[in-house]
């Protein structure tokens, strides 16, 4: 499974799949991206393992970090 999409709102990250799953998860669970500028959060490149934020430091991947953190909160299938 891999991100195909990203975006936010106010208080959370959300990503699409490519097999059609979106996930959401708290942006207070990632304090680099909470405390980014709407600017700074979509400057980001989508990988083969995952995301990345060159200019905060930040990688979000579904195998890793977001599944580790405590299984996202918003999934629809």
């Known amino acids: 499974m ?3 999409k ?3 709102n106010d208080e959370n990250i959300y990503f699409r799949t490519d097999v059609g799953h979106t996930i959401g998860n708290p942006l207070a669970w990632f304090p680099s991206l ?3 500028t709407p600017e700074q959060r979509h400057r ?3 990988g083969h393992y995952g ?3 060159e200019e905060l430091n930040e990688d ?3 195998e890793g970090r977001l599944f580790r953190i405590g299984i996202n ?3 629809q299938f």
């Open 2 to 4: 891999r991100i195909t």
């Open 6 to 8: 990203v975006w936010f």
């Open 34 to 36: 909470l405390n980014a």
């Open 44 to 46: 980001f490149r989508i």
């Open 51 to 53: 995301v990345h934020w």
């Open 60 to 62: 979000l991947s579904l």
């Open 73 to 75: 909160i918003f999934v």
